[in-house]
């Protein structure tokens, strides 16, 4: 399985920004997703993820409340709804499929800037 992140960008704070993240190759839809992010300087962290068997979707403290994770099965595809940006948001955002036991499988970054 591939997978591309796309929607990254430029926005001010308080802007929202929808990254997507496709899969090709199989279907990703009995996999935990995940999308991480990982600023200048800092290590990558996750930021959010869904779990295939429960539906539950967690959340890194700093994005509580401002990002949504969701997936469209039908469309292989998952989404990161980014609300009220703040610069410390700003960073590359990768998705993830956790294949063999970890989160394993990784799309290509895009790029999220935040200005204030």
């Known amino acids: 399985v591939q997978l591309q992140a796309s929607g990254g960008g430029s926005v001010q704070a308080g802007g929202s920004l929808r990254l997507s993240c496709a899969a090709s190759?199989?279907?990703?839809?009995?996999?935990?997703m995940g999308w991480f992010r990982q600023a200048p300087g800092k290590e990558r962290e996750l930021v959010a993820a869904?779990?295939?068997?429960?539906?539950?979707?967690s959340y890194a403290d700093p994005v509580k409340g401002r990002f949504t994770i969701s997936r469209d099965s039908t469309k292989d595809t998952v989404y990161l709804q980014m609300n009220t940006l703040k610069p410390e948001d700003t960073a590359v955002y990768y998705c993830?499929?956790?294949?063999?036991?970890?989160?394993?499988?990784w799309g290509r970054g895009t790029l999220v800037t935040v200005s204030s």
């Open positions: 190759g199989r279907s990703f839809s009995t996999y935990d």
């Open positions: 993830a499929a956790r294949v063999n036991g970890a989160f394993d499988v």
């Open positions: 869904v779990w295939w068997g429960t539906g539950r979707k």
